[in-house]
């Protein structure tokens, strides 16, 4: 019997109608759907799929805690392990993926796991990067420019440098990082000028100038757009 193939499917953001159509044409074709969760919480990567996953497809739901630091890898060799069961029996995978499935996600690593056994197709998605520019209706970078992205979950002398050095920076993962950045952009003279976006694509879509955000209400997909002099909105 032939193995299966693994699909990575990039859905975008948040918002639905962002899912591409190879994406949704490869979700409504495997006989499988896996996607990550938080322990004992909802997974936002199937919330965006919810509408065309139909009872007949099998779902395999694979938990990562949310906690600081890059989950264990025992986690991600179980996940690899009940999917190349699927795979061995001939079944494709949809592994659904927030945003990108190779831009800071949950899928990488399994996929390092399975590639070299299985066949894989990658399906890229909108990132948050592209989806952040957007709602803030600017443009990141043009013509020679650069743009660098930051984790806000450097500690804070790394986050210094990394932003004294950028041209242009999006910084993401923001959360309960947001009084590190905060400081940090105020020292290099860049508060006034970052722009905050927050759950990009989504219904409750938040854009504001990052100063003016008050710390206590700052979520996980949150992002700041960083630029020497400003951003033109």
């Known amino acids: 019997?032939?193995?299966?193939?693994?699909y990575g499917l990039g859905l975008g953001p948040g918002d639905p109608e962002l899912v591409t159509l190879k994406a949704l044409s490869r979700l409504r074709a495997a006989p499988v759907v896996a996607y990550p969760a938080p322990v004992g919480g909802k997974s936002f990567a199937r919330s965006i799929a919810a509408h065309?996953?139909?009872p007949s497809q099998r779902e395999i739901r694979i938990e990562f805690p949310m906690q600081p630091g890059p989950p264990p890898a025992a986690i991600y060799d179980a996940a690899a392990a009940r999917l190349?069961?699927?795979l061995d029996a001939g079944h494709d995978v949809a592994f659904l993926c927030q945003g990108d499935p190779l831009f800071y996600g949950s899928f990488a690593p399994i996929l390092a796991r399975l590639a070299p056994r299985y066949p894989a197709t990658i399906v890229p998605g909108v990132s948050s990067l592209a989806a952040c520019a957007a709602a803030a209706g600017t443009a990141l970078v043009q013509r020679d420019e650069t743009v660098?992205?930051?984790p806000?979950?450097?500690?804070e002398g790394e986050l210094h440098r990394r932003l004294a050095a950028a041209e242009t920076a999006a910084v993401i993962k923001i959360g309960r990082h947001f009084a590190k950045l905060h400081r940090v952009l105020a020292a290099l003279g860049l508060l006034d000028g970052a722009v905050y976006v927050e759950r990009a694509s989504q219904g409750d879509q938040r854009v504001a100038m990052?100063?003016?955000?008050?710390p206590a209400t700052v979520?996980?997909?949150a992002t700041a757009l960083v630029r020497r002099g400003g951003f033109a909105r």
């Open 210 to 214: 990052l100063a003016e955000i008050d």
């Open 1 to 6: 019997m032939a193995c299966g193939r693994l």
């Open 148 to 150: 660098t992205v930051i």
């Open 152 to 155: 806000a979950t450097l500690d």
């Open 52 to 54: 065309w996953i139909v």
């Open 219 to 221: 979520p996980y997909f």
């Open 84 to 86: 190349a069961a699927e």
